[in-house]
C-alpha cells in the first residue's frame, strides 16, 4: 500500500517539474491503485459490481491523473483496414489548393493509429480529361470512400454515379453540386459568399458606377462556384433601390489577361468595382495597380501570397478566406470516423465566411 502510494506522488512531482504529459493505461491506474485490472475496468465504464472502498479509490485517482479514456479506440466497431481517397486539383498548377495538403496530413496523423489508408490523387484543373483520368485511377484502387473536389459539374455526376454503383461512398469540399449519391459537402454557402461580396462593395465603392464580376481562366458553364458567387452577388443588387447601374459579367482568359482586362477597362469607364470569383485576383490587382485606376474597387478570394500583397498595399480592400485547409481536413475526417466508429454523417458542413482586410490578415496567414 505504502508503495502504492508513494510510487503514486513520485510520477505526480515528475510530471508537474518536468511537464511530461502521460498517458495512463487501466494497467497504469491498477497498479496505483493496487487493484485489478478488472476493477478498474468496471470503474471506468460504469459495468458490474466493485467495493465502496476500491470504487471511492479508484474514482479519486481518475481524478487526479484527469483520467480521459479513449473513447475512439473503445468505439472501434471492427479491425478493418480501410482505404480513403482525395480528389483534388493540384497545387502546383493552382496554389489556392496547397493548404489542402496539410490539411489531409493533419488528417493522417490523427487516423495513423487505425490503420487507415489514406491515397490523393490530383487532376489538372484546367482539364476535364485529366479530371475523369484521375477518376479512373481511384477506381482501380478500390477505395471504401471517397472525398473529392467536383470541380467540373457534367464530369462530376458522371463519375458520381460509377461510385454509387459500386458502393463507394462519396464526401465533396469546395464546390457544392446537387446529387443524391453524394452523403456529405464541406465548404461554404457560395451564394451567401456572393452576397457578402456585394454587400462590402457596396459598402466601399468610391463612386456610383458599373460594377464589373470577373471570372477567370475556368468554364463558366462547367463551374458552379463561379455561377453561384454571381448570382449571389447580382441578387443582392436587385434587392437594392439605390443601385440603379449596370453589373457586368466579363471572362478573362490567359495569357493575354493585360491587353484584354485593359481593352475592357477602356470601354467601361464608368466602372467603379469589380468583383473576381477566384483566388487569382492578383492578375486583375497587378493591372489595376499598374494603370492606377484608383478608382475602382476589388473584393475577391482566398489568401495566396499574391494576392496578400495587393491587400497589404491596398489594392485589394477585402478578400474573402474559403479556408480550404480545414475543409480537406473535415471532409476526411467525418469519412474516417463513419468507417472506423459508425458515426452518422451530416449532409453539409457550412464553414464561416472570413472577410479578411490588411489588418486581420496575420493571424489567418499563420493558420
Known amino acids: 500500500m505504502f508503495e502504492h502510494k508513494n510510487k503514486y506522488k513520485l510520477l505526480n512531482y515528475f510530471h508537474i517539474f518536468v511537464g511530461m504529459i502521460k498517458k495512463y493505461t487501466i494497467r497504469d491506474i491498477a497498479e496505483l491503485a493496487g487493484v485489478s485490472k478488472g476493477t478498474v475496468d468496471r470503474v471506468i465504464h460504469k459495468r458490474g459490481k466493485v467495493s465502496q472502498k476500491a470504487y ?47 490539411g489531409i496530413k493533419n488528417a493522417i496523423r490523427e487516423l495513423k493509429a487505425f490503420g487507415t489508408h489514406i491515397n490523393t490523387v490530383l487532376f489538372d484543373p484546367n482539364s476535364t480529361k485529366s479530371f475523369l483520368d484521375s477518376n479512373e485511377t481511384i477506381l482501380g484502387m478500390s477505395p471504401d470512400a471517397i472525398v473529392l473536389v467536383p470541380l467540373f459539374k457534367k464530369e462530376s455526376l458522371l463519375v458520381l454515379e460509377k461510385y454509387n454503383e459500386l458502393g463507394i461512398i462519396v464526401s465533396t469540399f469546395n464546390n457544392h453540386i446537387d446529387s443524391s449519391t453524394i452523403t456529405n459537402f464541406v465548404g ?66 490567359q495569357p493575354e489577361s493585360e491587353i484584354q482586362l485593359s481593352s475592357f ?23 489595376i495597380k499598374k494603370k492606377s485606376y484608383s478608382n475602382i474597387s476589388i473584393i475577391g478570394y482566398d489568401l495566396l501570397h499574391e494576392n496578400v500583397a495587393y491587400l497589404k498595399d491596398g489594392t485589394i480592400a477585402f478578400l474573402i478566406h474559403q479556408n480550404p485547409k480545414q475543409q480537406a481536413y473535415l471532409g476526411l475526417k467525418l469519412l474516417a470516423e463513419h468507417l472506423l466508429f459508425d458515426k452518422e454523417i451530416p449532409n453539409q458542413i457550412l464553414l464561416p465566411i472570413d472577410i479578411i482586410n490588411s489588418e486581420n490578415v496575420k493571424p489567418f496567414m499563420e493558420n
Not at 473513447?71 to 480501410?82: D, F, G, P, S, T
Not at 483534388?88 to 496547397?98: A, T, V
Open 56 to 102: 471511492e479509490k479508484i474514482t479519486k485517482l481518475l481524478e487526479d491523473i484527469d483520467y480521459q479514456p479513449n473513447i475512439m479506440a473503445r468505439n472501434l466497431k471492427n479491425n478493418n483496414v480501410y482505404t480513403i481517397c482525395v480528389l483534388m486539383p493540384n497545387p502546383e498548377i493552382d496554389p489556392y489548393w496547397k493548404p489542402c495538403t496539410d
Open 188 to 253: 461554404q454557402d457560395l451564394y451567401q459568399s456572393g452576397r457578402v461580396a456585394a454587400k462590402l462593395m457596396d459598402n466601399i465603392k468610391k463612386t456610383d458606377g458599373d460594377l464589373a464580376i470577373v471570372h477567370i481562366d475556368e468554364k463558366y458553364k462547367n463551374a458552379i462556384h463561379m455561377q453561384e458567387k454571381e448570382r449571389g452577388f447580382r441578387s443582392y443588387f436587385s434587392e437594392s433601390s439605390s443601385f440603379v447601374n449596370n453589373i457586368i459579367t466579363y471572362k478573362l482568359k
Open 265 to 287: 477597362l477602356n470601354k467601361h469607364e464608368n466602372l467603379t468595382g469589380i468583383f473576381v470569383t477566384t483566388s487569382k485576383i492578383y492578375q486583375i490587382a497587378a493591372i
